[in-house]
């Protein structure tokens, strides 16, 4: 059974700092993994899709990394704002059809 | 693209009531999924429809839970008998077969 897990849990940083957030999955056999952001009370929005054939992707400050062999994906925040601040969740796909697999999703906060 | 329409927003219901949820997915999407979002942890799939089949089911869909997708636009979500367990946002997304999944604002139901 795939589970995906998201670390750390929360975190606070200055504005202008520089991040990474981790997802790390189970079951190595994906077909994609997918970054979303969610505003409070909001829906998802997507940031990213790497398909399993990608190392990585870029969008403007963001770049993800996907390893899928050792089942982790990283998200790259370049010179974080106040306006970064939400909750960031990664999924994963299990093949073409189907449903997303999501970790418990990292909250963050810039500070001005 | 006028986006995945949810309704309603908000949902306040007695312990016992059924209530049903509607989704609007973006017009062209053949592909329809709804997810359950409880406080602090990332999305749950629930069950997902190509055009009018419902093709995978969760095991967290209980007999008290029904989708629909009829003439495989709109789809709603009902749920009978709600009990306090049920409280959460439900979140329905769309897709055209393997491309990345759009996510409506979401209903957050609370039971009182």
């Known amino acids: 059974k795939q589970e995906v897990t998201q670390i750390p849990a929360a975190l606070s940083v200055p504005e202008g700092e520089n991040l990474v957030l981790n997802c790390s999955f189970t079951?190595?056999?994906?077909?994609?993994l997918q970054w979303f952001r969610q505003d409070p009370g909001k829906g998802l929005t997507s940031l990213l899709l790497?398909?399993?054939?990608?190392r990585e992707q870029t969008s403007g400050r963001l770049n993800a990394s996907l390893d899928k062999s050792s089942g982790r994906s990283t998200l790259y925040i370049a010179a974080s704002q106040p306006g970064d601040s939400a909750t960031y969740l990664c999924?994963?796909?299990?093949?073409?059809?189907?449903?997303?697999?999501f970790g418990q999703g990292t909250e963050l906060s810039v500070k001005p | 693209d006028t986006g995945v329409s949810q309704d309603p927003r908000h949902k306040i219901t007695k312990r016992g009531q059924n209530v049903t949820f509607r989704c609007d997915p973006i017009?062209?999407?053949?592909?329809l999924y709804w997810y359950r979002q409880t406080l602090g942890q990332g999305p749950e799939f629930l069950t997902y429809?190509?055009?009018?089949?419902?093709?995978?089911k969760s095991r967290l869909l209980s007999n008290r839970f029904s989708a629909e997708r009829p003439k495989g636009s709109f789809s709603t979500l009902e749920i009978q008998r709600t009990e306090q367990g049920d409280s959460a946002m439900y979140l329905c997304?769309?897709?055209?077969?393997?491309?990345?999944?759009?996510f409506g604002d979401g209903t957050r139901l609370s039971i009182l």
């Open positions: 079951d190595s056999a994906i077909y994609n």
């Open positions: 997304a769309s897709s055209t077969n393997n491309q990345p999944q759009h």
């Open positions: 999924a994963v796909r299990r093949d073409q059809g189907g449903k997303l697999i």
């Open positions: 429809f190509q055009n009018e089949a419902q093709l995978e």
């Open positions: 017009s062209e999407h053949n592909r």
């Open positions: 790497i398909q399993s054939s990608q």
